[in-house]
């Protein structure tokens, strides 16, 4: 394994750390893990002289490290010291320090010896976060309850990121006074749309006054049916009457029948139940597993981004999703209908950043031209995400992500590729199989990939270096060090004249070196690859070199090489996919009781050969996603160790206390 | 309110007493008399990435100072302008390169270092702090434009949630405000809110407080944490509501614009084209300031760490973040100006749109007060210290204009929003780490 930190155990300490998010720090993957003398000799050599005794700076006594286990004597103040590591700002940057790669073993080590402690009795769910809908988790949910095909939240505030940098981080959706503005709007949008469509009406117009039936009790029958999916539980008592009283208003007033339901419905659409993702609190101390109707809404909003569907409301009422097996069935039906696309675009272009493309990064218009034509921004953007759910569905390895034989593309991409045309292929996309050498297959032979990590107008092979460590390893270098010198002028005077020389510049410099030794030779191996992702054997009349030597002197020439390299740490990899996943699904930022489950998740993952519904189902059956904590701080909801792979351990639920 | 009331009562009387009461009936649904006295404007537009250091300041002070080259597209608005050398903002020190530097801009303090659980501003930010006087007294108590969405994820690198480097305006530590980017959507909720009764339905009233009611059952069911969450949205409802209210009152108390919106003028959407994106945005401020729809506004021409292509510029080549990392070099300092001067020209043209739109005698500029500014000097550099900052326009006469103000190096930031805030008429004690108001800046 890639992961740093030994596995000891530690006595437990306050229940305080579980709930700090927790960034675990992965091992550079070229390196061994620290055992706990060469630690604690690290540490004596690099923190000692100011963190000693009673009088250590920041109250944080570095000296008191006789086992392992003294990291929970303070284990706050250790998190702290191995963030301040890994971003470089401590040691204090004006005395000698550790090297990179030093800092980076010393604060893996730290964090896995803090999680060991934390996950050696059992994990302990965090709450669940009361969160709203997002702006696409409203338009999707509203087109299921509606069945209309407009996007009624397209008028709604962007949102930004928190946690593991997902827009559903119930810790970054923040409500501006313009929302209640927006949200009302378009309630009353999506309304008065859905009353006109024939479609529509079929699914919500549940009753129709008739010879039997008089306009109220229609209205009532009607409220019946859609008050509870709206609010995706059984109703209260008093609901359904209360936006029944909101219809009689409007008839009293001498609004028609439709009018006065649609006034009830938009009632309802900007309620706090509607717009809001809530769970009854769980009264007892020890955590639970989270009721039938709440998993329906954690897993449809998980896979589908949008509101559970018939199916999932049915098992709920009967009470059947707490059984494995159910999860289980119902995660490969999720996954296999189409509204998993959703889950697909909102995961991929986050964890990818491919969404900022067209936005923040766009490709310079006069020197790509090509770029700027709907047919292909289109097929640029879904190639990562219909290939993402492809995985799924199909239930392919992860290790797919990196090396595929087939991609996704349209006609006009095939072209853009040079790839040889396809029959049948047009503009819809679809999988095709790709031909030998056909410098496709697996993420990093993406277009959209390529260009979110260019600048405008040039390849940069920092950029895409720096996108590999953190999108696809999960160890984003630290920052550059703020006043960046200048770089040593060129003694002769003369500019250097290719990309590759001004950047050994760079790797001359030692401030400078440690990281993009790192980062360079990555994107190095990429240059192939211009600013759209378009194969080119020259760039500015000079052959392409994508030879790149990692510091550990694995050397590779171009993407092909390159892939092997990442094939060879597919075990990371996957586990930084399983740590974004877990953040995606449950919508928050992982403390490290998450990051318990997912050493859980990653053993067994292992065992199924990485397939990818493995990983969705291990985080499905895993003890964060479906339990509610406790009023008790810090209680477990399983009490076997972390070793246990998730699925038992949900098959232990209730937990008993 | 009450001062509109006198006003109009003032007019009338001018107008002579043989108008009857049909005239006014005809009259009232449309424009307010531009005659009525003048509102205070604020307003605040944020530039990433800082700009070229040596070609900022201007090398004279005083009144008679000499524009510098980055300053020359205000040739014609010397008189209006302020130039502010030296100010600081001590609490963007550290954290991070820019993240610090932006969501600290208009607040003064030091955000939280967070991924998002945590997010603070850890104060409020100066706009907000006037839209809290002063925000009932308009259709909307201030706007919050821009011309990008948030910047997705976080950045792993630093450590910070890129919701940080997406806003400026923070109406509380945890709240930072949601900016629009759609030109045409600020231009609907201007015009319907120049409608008789803000266009509201007396049925929305009825809808909100079925929300009020909703909310407060709901509250009983949750958890501490969570009923924080719920009372969040009941607060926004309700101010929604008591807008509505407002907009709903017996005509002679009612807000009405103090020039009409004309409905024709509505912009497409948004544009391509991002230069057209700004001037779009910006006419939508002068639109707001014109009516009297707001008195508070800001505006970002980008996120931080932005590197918006400026090849549209005539010699730019590169994105603005990486030419602001300029490494002295000749080439990149060239466009790094240019990229400025672009910004200072549109600041330039908003200033003129104002200065165009006559209110009696004098003009919206003249009762205006517009910041410019960015969060550090020099990208190169990342630091606070010097930070690039012009004000424009007089606040009905309160701001000293016309001059190149130069401080004691490291002068609090906050010193200059403790005296604008008082220009504005709303007057504050402190501000953050102010230390006094900022001398000269005031007549």
Known sequence: MPWCGTAVRLPRYSSGLRRIVFILAACPAWAAPLDFPAARRMVEAHCGKCHTGRSAVGGFDASRLESPASLSLQPRKWQSAMNRLREGTMPPRNVPGPSLEDRDLLAAWIGGTLKAAACADGITPAPFLVRRLNRSEYSATLRDLLNIHINAGHALPAEGAGGEGFDNAAETLFLSPIHAEKFLEA????????????????????????????????????????????????????????????????????????DAVGFALQAVLIS?????????????????????????????????????????????????????????????????????????????????????????????????????????????????????????????????????????????????YGLPPVKDLRQQPKRVDLPANSHRGGILGMAAVLAVSSY??????????????????????????????ELAENVHGAAPRTLRERLSEHRRNPVCAGCHERMDPIGFGLENYDVLGRWRTEDAGQPVDAVGVLPDGTRFAGPEELKRVLLARKGQFARNLASKMMGYALGRGLTMEDHCAIDAIMEQLEKDGYRAQSLVRGIVLSVPFRYQAGTRAGAPAARQGARAPAARQGARAPAAP | MSRFLISRRTLLRGAGVGLGLPWLEAMTPRARAAESPAPKRLCALYMPNGVHPGLWTPETEG?????????????????????????????????????????????????????????????????????????????????????????????????????????????????????????????????????????????????????????????????????????????????????????????????????????????????????????????????AFETDSTRIATFMFQNEVSNQNFS????????????????????????????????????????????????????????????????????????????????????????????????????????????????????????????????????
């Open chain 1, 187 to 258: 309630a009353k949008l999506a309304v008065g749309y859905a009353m006109r469509d024939t479609r529509s009406r079929a699914v919500f117009m549940t009753a129709a006054p008739g010879q039997d039936l008089s306009d109220d009790d229609a209205a009532r029958k009607i409220l019946e049916a859609f008050v509870p999916q709206a609010f995706r539980r059984p109703v209260r008592p008093g609901e359904v009457e209360k936006f029944l009283g909101l219809y009689r208003g409007q008839r009293v007033k001498g609004g028609g029948f439709d």
């Open chain 2, 312 to 443: 549209f510029v005539e010699g730019v080549s590169s994105g603005h973040h990486t030419v602001s990392h300029h490494q002295k070099k000749e080439d990149n300092l060239r466009q790094y100006q240019l990229i400025t001067r672009w910004h200072v020209e549109q600041y330039g043209a908003l200033l003129r749109r104002l200065a165009a739109m006559k209110e009696g005698e004098r003009s919206v500029l003249d009762s205006s007060m517009v910041l410019f500014g960015a969060g550090i000097r020099d990208g190169d550099r990342h630091d606070p210290h010097d930070l690039p900052l012009l004000v424009a326009g007089r606040a009905g006469g309160r701001l000293a204009v016309g001059q190149h103000l130069k401080y004691p190096k490291d002068t609090p930031l906050a010193n200059l929003y403790v005296s604008m805030l008082d220009a504005f008429g709303t007057p504050v004690e402190r501000f953050a780490d102010s230390t006094g108001p900022l001398p000269g800046v005031l007549v």
């Open chain 1, 456 to 485: 405008p107008h040039r390849t940069s092979p920092v950029l895409r270096g720096k996108w590999v460590l953190d999108a696809l390893l999960g160890t984003p270098p630290p920052p550059p060090p703020p006043n960046v010198p």
């Open chain 2, 63 to 287: 009144p008679g100072f000499n524009l510098s080259p980055a300053l020359e597209p205000l040739a014609d608005l010397k008189s209006e302008l302020m130039v502010l050398t030296n100010l600081w903002n001590a609490g963007s020190v550290g954290g991070d390169g820019h993240y610090v530097k932006i969501s600290g801009f208009l607040t003064c303090t030091t955000v939280t270092k967070t991924l998002g659980v945590d997010v603070s501003c850890n104060g409020v930010s100066m706009d907000q702090v006037a839209a809290r006087r002063v925000g009932a007294e308009t259709p909307f108590p201030s706007l919050e434009l821009a011309v990008a969405p948030v910047t997705t994820g976080v950045d792993r690198n630093v450590g910070y949630t890129r919701v940080y480097g997406s806003h400026v305006s923070w109406s509380g530590p945890t709240s930072p405000l949601a900016k629009e980017i759609n030109p045409r959507s600020v231009f609907e909720r201007l015009f319907r809110a120049a409608q008789p009764g803000g266009a509201a339905s007396s049925g929305d009233k009825l809808l909100l407080d079925s929300v009020i009611d909703d909310a407060r059952a709901l509250r009983k069911t949750l958890g501490a944490q969570d009923r924080l969450r719920v009372d969040e949205y009941l607060s926004v409802v309700r101010g929604l509501e008591q807008r509505i209210e407002r907009a709903s009152r017996p005509e002679r108390k009612a807000w009405r614009p103090r020039v009409p919106v004309d409905g024709a003028r509505k912009p497409e959407g948004i544009p391509k084209e991002y230069a057209e994106h700004v001037k779009l945005m910006l006419d939508m401020i002068a639109l």
């Open chain 1, 272 to 416: 706090p139940s509607f717009l809001f993702r809530l769970e009854e609190a769980n009264p007892a101390p020890e955590p639970r597993l989270a009721d039938s109707h709440a998993m329906a809404s954690r897993l449809s909003y998980f896979l589908w981004g949008s509101t559970p569907d018939k199916e999932l409301i049915t098992l709920a009422e009967a009470g059947k999703l707490q059984d494995d097996e159910v999860l289980g069935k119902q995660v490969a039906r999720l996954l296999k209908d189409n509204k998993a696309i959703e889950f697909a675009e909102r995961f991929v272009e986050q964890w990818l950043n491919t969404r900022e493309l067209g936005r923040d990064i766009k490709p310079d218009g006069k020197l790509f031209p090509e770029y700027y034509n709907a047919e292909i921004q289109g097929a640029i953007k879904y190639e990562p995400v219909i290939f993402f759910q492809e995985i799924l569905a199909q239930d392919l390895p992860l290790e797919t992500f990196l090396d595929a034989s087939f991609t996704i593309s349209t006609d006009k991409l095939q072209r853009f």
